[in-house]
């Protein structure tokens, strides 16, 4: 059972434009959510994060957005630059696990047309 | 700061043996997490510690372990290895401070053959 989920396996964007990149999560015990962007062999990177008690999280061109009643989060990237492709991958934590355990979506391919 | 740190980072191994994975955390950092990366699976928690205690496992055989040091250092190990095993290993570390975030160190690249 997925957890969570990224329905959009790959996504393409001009540059200079909007980037919309979703994730829908199934567990009611997710506390906490974060974004992280991944180049091929590299680990991933933290990019932003939002807590379950706020709807809007924004850093520079990163904006997070989360609707709990639809169990679903939104990365906004504006505008995009070709620098940004890359998997990015959604992730949550369980604040009720006693632990740090994060759930990841298998992740979406950005890519950024110049 | 340094980042977090893994070795080896390529690594290839025959079926039936066992391999140890090392990873060295941010300075400060005492919680450390392993997590496996496949294409088909996608990234999918395997355990963490934090002083030296294993505080969560995920679902994975009991093939694979883990310990953590004194200094935070943490090795996974994987016993009797299985083709499906190749994987990219990534090892994060945490503050342990609230939520927060867990920054991931390269990745080790294991292949069994």
């Known amino acids: 059972d997925q957890q969570v989920k990224q329905n959009s396996p790959s996504l393409s964007v001009q540059e200079g434009r909007i980037s919309i990149l979703n994730c829908d999560y199934t567990?009611?015990?997710?506390?906490?959510f974060l974004w992280y962007k991944k180049y091929p062999a590299e680990g991933p990177t933290f990019l932003i994060s939002?807590?379950?008690?706020?709807d809007k999280n924004e850093d520079g061109r990163f904006t997070v957005f989360l609707n709990k009643s639809a169990k679903h989060l939104s990365l906004h990237i504006v505008p995009s630059q070709p620098g940004d492709s890359a998997v990015y991958f959604c992730?949550?934590?369980?604040?009720?696990?006693?632990?740090?355990?994060?759930?990841f979506g298998k992740g979406t391919k950005l890519s950024v047309i110049p | 700061k340094a980042g977090v740190t893994q070795t080896p980072r390529y690594l290839i191994k025959t079926r039936g043996q066992q391999v140890t994975l090392s990873c060295s955390p941010i300075?400060?950092?005492?919680?450390v997490s392993w997590y496996q990366q496949t294409p088909g699976q996608g990234l999918q928690f395997l355990f963490e510690?934090?002083?030296?205690?294993?505080?969560n496992k995920g679902n994975f055989p009991g093939r694979f372990s883990g310990r953590q040091f004194s200094n935070s250092r943490s090795e996974m190990n994987v016993s009797t290895l299985e083709l499906g095993d190749s994987a990219l290993y990534l090892c994060?570390?945490?503050?342990?401070?609230?939520?927060?975030?867990?920054?991931f160190g390269p990745g080790t690249r294991l292949t069994v053959t």
């Open positions: 994060a570390s945490r503050q342990d401070q609230g939520a927060g975030e867990q920054y």
């Open positions: 567990n009611s015990m997710f506390d906490y």
């Open positions: 939002i807590s379950s008690i706020k």
């Open positions: 992730a949550a934590r369980d604040g009720g696990a006693g632990s740090y355990q994060l759930t």
């Open positions: 300075s400060g950092h005492r919680s």
């Open positions: 510690y934090f002083s030296e205690t294993q505080r």
